[in-house]
């Protein structure tokens, strides 16, 4: 039923104040949510290693875009 890999390809924005949940479906697979309802909602499924390899890759992400931010920032100040 399942394939190794990616299944679907797609583009999402999630932003700011959308709902994301989780649920965990045993120790092999997770979903995460997000959206409002079942009209309004993308779900996401991981296996262990995935998840991780995904929350490894959100923390490099968001390390990049703090360090663009701070330097915006400095470049706004005056001098």
Known sequence: MYSS??????????GD????RFEVGGSGV?????????EESFQLSFDPEALREFL???????REMDA???RELAE???V
């Open 56 to 62: 490894r890759l959100g923390s490099d992400a968001l």
């Open 30 to 38: 997770v979903y995460v949510t997000c959206g409002r309802n079942s």
């Open 17 to 20: 104040g959308r709902p994301i």
């Open 68 to 70: 663009i931010h701070a």
């Open 76 to 78: 706004d100040e005056p």
């Open 5 to 14: 890999g990616l299944v679907v390809g797609s583009w999402v924005d999630i």
